[in-house]
């Protein structure tokens, strides 16, 4: 993206209610009493507890103070259970090409407002092959680097691109060639990777588009809201096979992959290749 494109941007761009320079009165003192509260109490964490993120659990919550709260020291005590810092320290996916094969996750450049995009392709699913050469453990493992770094690298350096905050994603869930089958072996993975996002990494998904629905979809989705809230899924677009136009009111042509009608085709691979403002700015 070019400066005057950024500059353009920033000029027009005005935040969501709740969010850092678009807080009412009231707001603006829940967010104050909690930062206070944690930091008195002995719980604020100055690396992760910034004050945008910090209104992730108070928008997760209504604005609730105890419920955000409880929240974010649930959050806490989870970091240490499922061993979040050594996560980060020593975690290898060192079977992701592999994985891409049988169940291909990954981020590739930005949508129109400047935000990461996330393809997950659950219809090449294969459940035999994937676990195969990883694990449930690992695969969640995998979930949780990939959102700290969601929040460390990717988001402060869309925001650097764009000229303004970006504080959530736009992702396509591809259900071409779903195997219901294949679904309800990985339920709890899926149901245990729904509860990390909604509990612990709140208020990150900006836009879903859900395509390629099959005949009979329904029912897994119905299933699928179950385990989100009703603001998450009020963000979701279930499409079937004529999704090209929402997309591509969503995204730029060049930077969606050909496969959804798109031109780009990375020579490594759309899903191997990470490509996106996080690998070309620079964030101090």
């Known amino acids: 993206m070019s400066t005057s494109q950024a500059q353009t941007t920033y000029t027009n761009y005005k935040p969501l209610s709740?969010?850092?320079?678009?807080?009412?009165?009231?707001?603006?003192?829940?967010?104050?009493?909690?930062?206070?509260?944690?930091?008195?109490?002995?719980y604020f964490v100055a690396e992760r507890m910034g004050d945008a993120t910090l209104l992730r659990y108070l928008r997760a919550r209504k604005f609730d103070l105890e419920k955000a709260k409880a929240m974010i020291l649930a959050s806490e005590q989870w970091r240490k259970d499922f061993g979040v810092d050594d996560i980060l320290r020593t975690f290898d996916f060192k079977e992701a090409a592999e994985v891409d094969k049988y169940y291909p996750q990954y981020y590739?450049?930005?949508?129109?407002?400047?935000?990461?995009?996330?393809?997950?392709?659950?219809?090449?699913?294969?459940?035999?092959?994937?676990?195969?050469?990883?694990?449930?453990?690992?695969?969640?493992?995998?979930?949780?680097?990939?959102y700290e770094k969601f929040l460390s690298e990717r988001l402060p350096a869309c925001s650097k691109a764009i000229g303004h905050p970006v504080e959530t994603c736009c992702s396509i869930l591809d259900l071409?060639?779903?195997s219901i089958l294949d679904f309800w072996r990985v339920k709890d993975y899926m149901s245990e990777a729904a509860e990390i996002y909604q509990n612990h990494y709140p208020e990150c998904m900006g836009r879903m588009f859900v395509i390629n629905a099959p005949w009979g979809f329904a029912s897994i989705f119905n299933l699928v809201k179950g385990w989100l809230d009703e603001v998450t899924v009020a963000k979701i677009s279930v499409l079937g096979s004529s999704y090209q136009e929402a997309l591509s009111a969503q995204i730029p042509v060049e930077n969606?992959?050909?496969?959804?009608?798109?031109?780009?085709?990375?020579?490594?691979?759309?899903?191997?290749?990470?490509?996106?403002?996080?690998?070309?700015?620079?964030?101090?």
């Not at 997950?120 to 949780?144: C, P």
């Not at 031109?263 to 290749?273: I, K, N, W």
Request: with cysteine.
């Open 176 to 178: 071409k060639g779903i």
């Open 18 to 42: 709740g969010r850092l320079g678009n807080l009412t009165p009231e707001q603006e003192r829940t967010l104050e009493k909690l930062r206070e509260e944690l930091q008195t109490e002995g």
């Open 108 to 146: 590739h450049k930005v949508d129109k407002d400047g935000r990461p995009i996330y393809v997950e392709r659950l219809g090449l699913l294969d459940v035999k092959a994937l676990y195969a050469v990883t694990t449930k453990e690992r695969q969640l493992q995998r979930l949780v680097f990939e």
């Open 256 to 284: 969606l992959p050909k496969e959804f009608g798109g031109r780009c085709s990375c020579v490594e691979g759309c899903s191997m290749s990470d490509v996106g403002p996080w690998k070309s700015v620079l964030v101090e």
